[in-house]
């Protein structure tokens, strides 16, 4: 059986609200610091998957890490993780 990473809003999270299993596996992954980065930086993921030859296995997947912005008055500063599954081509 495959492990398996349950993810968790939050303390506010709705009783009914619809939570993932995100598998366990090999990920290509990128970290940013501003939401509005997202695009730029899912292109330059997707790049990297295809130059190293990494087939990708699943779906995209953008976490939000962290959206404290009390030292920083722009909503948009937030810490993401964005990553997609991949597996290795010959």
Same mark, same amino acid.
């Given at each position: 059986m495959a492990e398996q990473i349950f993810l968790f809003v939050g303390r506010n999270t709705p009783a009914d609200a619809a939570l993932q299993v995100v598998e366990s596996g090999m990920y290509a992954c990128i970290y940013l610091?501003? +939401?509005d980065d997202e695009p730029a930086c899912?292109?330059?993921?997707?790049?990297?998957?295809r130059r190293n030859? +990494?087939?990708?296995?699943?779906? +995209?997947?953008?976490e939000v890490m962290t959206g404290f912005t009390v030292f920083d008055c722009?909503?948009?500063?937030?810490?993401?993780?964005?990553?997609v599954p991949v597996a290795f081509t010959r």
């Amino acid at each position: 059986m495959a492990e398996q990473i349950f993810l968790f809003v939050g303390r506010n999270t709705p009783a009914d609200a619809a939570l993932q299993v995100v598998e366990s596996g090999m990920y290509a992954c990128i970290y940013l610091d501003r +939401y509005d980065d997202e695009p730029a930086c899912a292109e330059q993921l997707l790049d990297y998957c295809r130059r190293n030859r +990494y087939r990708v296995s699943g779906d +995209y997947i953008c976490e939000v890490m962290t959206g404290f912005t009390v030292f920083d008055c722009d909503p948009s500063s937030m810490f993401l993780r964005l990553q997609v599954p991949v597996a290795f081509t010959r």
